[in-house]
């Protein structure tokens, strides 16, 4: 199925989609028969989806279409109706800027504008490595902490615009050091 859906795309296209997504796209294929091919399993299935892999690739939505008998239209129109959907893949550090009325009041909009900026993404989009994604939240319910971001799973309070540049750091050193302590117990295993 799924080489077929690629055999279907025009160069550009294909070379879209890379190894990672293949990969996840190769484990929807594997995981659609458990699910009866019924439109009824529409919801469901893309939920599934979007648990196991962060998001709904675009090809993904012609294959549960194709799974459950029905238009891609429908699918997409299921898809994109529910605000639990997302259809870029999460990075491995997502940033989430919180806009809550404490937050939006103590400069929450400034901190996004920044993020985009030193990120080079816009709101809703993952950098081109998957390293980043970037969101707008409503509130993450620490508005004594305002403005407040979460990275990945921890909430960084009080940021101000200055310290947008230390939190970028701070994930990339660990990122550095992650890579060291790899190669030195790769090193040591040799």
């Not at 997302?86 to 504008?113: D, M, Q, S, W, Y």
Request: charged share 25%; net charge negative.
């Amino acid at each position: 199925m799924l080489d077929q859906l690629l055999a279907a795309l025009n160069a550009t296209e294909r070379a879209a989609v890379d190894e990672e997504e293949y990969n996840i796209l190769q484990a929807i294929v594997e995981e659609l028969p458990a699910f009866p091919a019924e439109v009824s399993q529409l919801l469901p299935i893309l939920q599934s989806i979007q648990k196991k892999h962060g998001y709904l690739p675009r090809l993904a939505l012609n294959m549960v279409a194709s799974h459950v008998r029905t238009t891609i239209a429908k699918v997409y129109g299921i898809a994109t109706f529910y605000n639990q959907f997302r259809f870029n893949p999460p990075g491995r550090n997502p940033i989430k800027v919180c806009l809550g009325t404490a937050c939006h009041v103590k400069g929450g909009e400034i901190l996004l504008e920044n993020f985009e900026r030193r990120l080079e993404i816009k709101e809703g989009e993952t950098s081109a490595d998957r390293e980043y994604s970037l969101e707008r939240v409503a509130c993450i319910g620490c508005c004594a902490l305002a403005p407040a971001v979460v990275v990945g799973e921890k909430v960084e309070a009080y940021v101000t615009p200055s310290k947008v540049e230390g939190i970028i750091t701070e994930i990339e050193v660990r990122k550095e050091m992650a890579a060291r302590e790899q190669v030195k117990n790769d090193a040591a295993n040799e």
